[in-house]
């Protein structure tokens, strides 16, 4: 395809453009600025600029094409949605500079070298586009010159932002990215009206009545020159300004000198870089730190493991960020050597059972004693025994002991049952053996006086006959003896006493008596 | 660009360069040695903006003021009674003198190579004076750890005077057996176990003797109650029944000792006896004639 001079100069620009477009956006990502994000976007609306005034060349030079509405209507249709869609863009942009919270750029120096890269470039190129413009005499061409040298500002606006923030002004960069923001929104501006100027009247669009917008914005803007200066001052006195959180203490420095101590939440001002500094101090969280479980001395020269955890808060922001360097450290080891002084005062029972609640009181006492001797500013909440147990070797043996004093209540508990079984046992035997002994009693005088009743009853009876009655009284006991027993009777004339009498009674009795036949 | 605005630039770089070689700030953590051409001439305590001449005549040093612990090597010790120990101490330092720490020290590495020697030897010297009873017991009369480390801190001070040190406190981070120690501490701690556990099994055997003696104890006392009362009950019985027999047969002795004999004879004659009955008895009167 034949190419005259203004196309040739566009095409080559718009290939250069390409690549300063690549150039920024890879800048941008390595860094994280936003300034360069945004100046990449502005290239990206001015490659399309370039593109319409390209188009429009070509088009005027073949009449016959420029006869046919269709193209350019569609050509201006797409010009007025790209126009939206840059408009987007630079919206999004705003909405991530106004999201706040420190943006961290990285990378500073290489990434300014690279902007500057970017400025010489579009320099070059706008000079050469408004050179071949005014050379063919297409006002179309100078005016797209005029937007190359637009996208050159924004990118010295990108390097002057990144270079604030090296300094320490690390609002620069989201501040050159607002105004980057509002140069994309006149490049939308301005490829919206011309587009559509195009669709209303017909034919293509001309961007060349554009470009005197741009002359006379210059011309409008040329007095900033005088504002830049100040604005640039208000800037950087405006960097003074600075919040402190909630759960935060400021303390104010002017060259390294405090001068206020205890600035409370809330936005305040403070002199800007490089005279006035702010330290931030956490003061309303409670931190967490623990030791390494170690074996430790107890009093009575025994080792156990042994490890604790403190709980603490910065009470004196001054003392903790100004007196002691490694706070961490000498926290942890201020825990350490408290909890070995007190478990080498006491004896392993006492640690490992009853008093574990006094030893942990006396660990945060001292911990707190050599805290304060530091000037640390450190105040403990409380202290954690998490673990204290007798070393792996010699576990066994404590859990023998523990089984030995189970096997010492199990003793005693039997012996409680037997006591509990046996002293009852024999209360129930003494009231068996009272309850017999009063009713042997009983029996006893019972009988008694029976017999006694007997007795009388009979006396009186036998007072009113003694004689016959003593008489019958004999017989009948007489008879009823002797109707049982053996008897000899005797005649009185036998002498008895000259009389041997053999007796033989028992089972022997028959054979002796045969014998004696 | 103009002449004027050529040199609107340099002076304004030129300034922002002897701003930078003369002027410096000392912030709240730090102190500031000034020295000319390498060698120390004032020290800047207090924190602020201050002046030099500018580099490269004067230029400064800056240290940090602030309180530092650092944990030297772990190091083993003889105690007074001839006990082995490992030991591990922090030091907690500061810089005092700016001046005396860069001539003698240098830098931190430098002065904590000193400390760590320093303390070290002082810990070595310290616990060869002292039993280690006097450092771990229970007995708070014997303890004598504070005055020992209140000693070392003393004495370590002494020497790192002259490098412009403050030693704020020495602690003992470690103070534990060595290695090969700890298996006979073991040892021993498992011989006083066992040696608890059988107390524990012989005082349950104990406890529960005297319980149940104490039960048995009180099963002879109750019975023996019981059996006195008994007693004392029956012989009520018994005296009672003596009384009121005698008071019913003291009518007529006659007629009991008659009665009780009828009995008596009833009872201790049986069939074995044999009754010899002359014909001249009273019983008999009638048997041999019926005329008397």
């Known amino acids: 395809m034949f190419m005259n001079r203004k196309e040739k100069a566009l095409v080559i620009t718009i290939c250069a453009n390409f ?27 001015d490659i399309f600029i370039s593109g319409m005034v390209l188009v429009g060349l070509v088009l005027s030079r073949r009449e016959d094409l420029s006869q046919s509405k269709g193209i350019s209507r569609i050509e201006n249709i797409v010009s007025i949605l790209v126009s939206f869609f840059i408009l987007y863009i630079g919206y999004e942009i705003f909405q991530e500079v106004i999201k706040g ?94 587009s559509f100027q195009a669709l209303r009247k017909g034919g293509v669009s001309d961007t060349t009545h554009t470009s005197l917008h741009i002359k006379a914005l210059e011309t409008y803007l040329r007095p900033i020159k005088f504002f830049i200066l100040p604005i640039l001052i208000v800037i950087y006195f405006a960097s003074g300004i600075y919040v402190v959180k909630w759960d935060q203490v400021g303390i104010e420095k002017r060259f390294g000198r405090p001068i206020e101590t205890q600035v409370a939440s809330g ?32 009093g009575d020269e025994n080792l156990i493991e042994v490890n604790t955890s403190a709980h603490y808060f910065i009470e004196n922001a001054i ?26 005062q006491v004896d392993i029972d006492s640690l490992l059972t009853t008093e574990k609640e006094g030893i942990i009181a006396q660990i945060k006492r001292l911990t707190q004693e050599i805290l304060d001797r530091t000037l640390s500013g450190i105040r403990l909440s409380s202290i954690q025994l998490l673990q204290a147990v007798p070393p792996q070797d010699v576990i066994n043996t404590f859990r023998e002991v523990a089984s030995a004093w189970e096997d010492r209540a199990t003793y005693l508990n039997e012996a409680i049952a037997y006591q509990n079984e046996i002293v009852p046992a024999s209360r129930g035997k003494a009231a068996e053996i009272i309850a017999e002994a009063i009713g042997y009693k009983n029996q006893k005088v019972n009988h008694a006086t029976g017999e006694a009743q007997n007795f009388l009853d009979r006396l009186k009876e036998y007072k009113k006959a003694t004689d016959v009655t003593q008489t019958r009284m004999y017989l009948e006991t007489i008879e009823k003896i002797l109707a049982k027993t053996d008897k000899l009777i005797v005649d009185s004339r036998i002498d008895i006493g000259s009389t041997d009498l053999w007796f033989v009674r028992g089972q022997n009795a028959e054979k002796i008596l045969e014998g004696v036949k | 660009m103009s002449i004027r605005k050529i040199l609107l630039i340099a002076v304004i770089a030129v300034g922002f360069g002897a701003v930078n070689l003369i002027f410096f700030q000392v912030d709240l953590t730090e102190y500031v040695v000034v020295t000319q051409f390498g060698k120390p ?39 007074k009674d001839k006990k082995n120990i490992v030991v591990e101490s922090y030091p907690a330092w500061k810089i005092t003198n700016p001046i005396e720490f860069l001539k003698t020290v240098k830098d931190v590495s430098g002065a904590q190579a000193r400390l760590s020697d320093i303390v070290s030897s002082e810990l070595g010297v310290a616990f060869g004076k002292y039993d280690l009873t006097s450092l ?157």
Do not use: C
């Open chain 2, 136 to 292: 771990v017991t229970t007995n708070k009369k014997n303890m004598k750890l504070k005055e020992m480390m209140d000693g070392i801190t003393r004495n370590s001070n002494e020497k790192v005077k002259d490098y412009g040190i403050l030693i704020v406190d020495v602690r003992l981070k470690v103070l534990s057996f060595p290695e090969k120690n700890k298996l006979s501490v073991f040892q021993r701690m498992r011989a006083e176990r066992e040696k608890i556990a059988r107390k524990y099994r012989s005082e349950g055997s104990e406890e529960a003797s005297k319980i149940r003696a104490e039960a048995d104890k009180e099963k002879t006392i109750i019975l023996s109650k019981a059996y006195e009362k008994a007693q004392m009950l029956k012989g009520e019985g018994d005296a009672g029944a003596i009384r009121i027999y005698a008071d019913a047969f003291q009518k007529d002795p006659e007629f009991y000792k008659f009665l009780r004999s009828l009995q008596a004879y009833e009872k201790f004659i049986d069939k074995n006896t044999t009754a010899i009955l002359p014909t001249d008895s009273e019983l008999l009167k009638y048997f041999a004639s019926p005329k008397k």
């Open chain 1, 19 to 45: 690549f300063l477009i690549a150039l920024k956006f890879i800048l941008a990502g390595m860094s994280g600025s936003l300034a360069l994000k945004a100046g990449a976007w502005h290239s990206f609306s």
């Open chain 1, 319 to 344: 003392n903790y960020r100004y007196r002691v360097k490694n706070s961490d450290e000498l926290i942890r080891y201020a825990i350490e050597s408290a909890t070995r002084q007190i478990v080498g």
């Open chain 1, 101 to 194: 919270g420190e943006r961290i750029v990285s990378q500073v120096p290489i990434v300014i070298a690279g902007a500057v890269l970017t400025i010489i470039i579009s320099y070059f190129m706008a000079r050469y586009k408004i050179f071949v413009g005014k050379e063919t005499n297409s006002p179309s061409l100078v005016a797209d010159g005029y937007h190359s040298m637009v996208d050159m500002y924004s990118s010295i606006i990108v390097v002057v932002g990144l270079t604030g923030y090296l300094v320490g002004l690390k609002n620069m960069d989201k501040l050159a990215a607002v105004i980057i923001v509002i140069l994309i929104g006149l490049a939308a501006v301005e490829i919206f009206t011309s």
């Open chain 1, 267 to 298: 936005i305040h001002y403070r002199l800007p870089w490089p005279m006035g500094q702010v330290d931030l101090v956490n003061t309303a969280n409670i931190n967490a730190v623990e030791t390494e479980p170690a074996l430790m001395l107890t």
């Open chain 2, 41 to 79: 001439v004032r020290a800047v305590t207090d924190p602020g903006l201050n002046w030099k001449l500018p580099d490269p005549i004067q230029s400064i040093q800056r240290f940090d003021n602030r309180l530092t612990v650092f944990l030297p090597n772990k190091a083993e010790f003889l105690t």
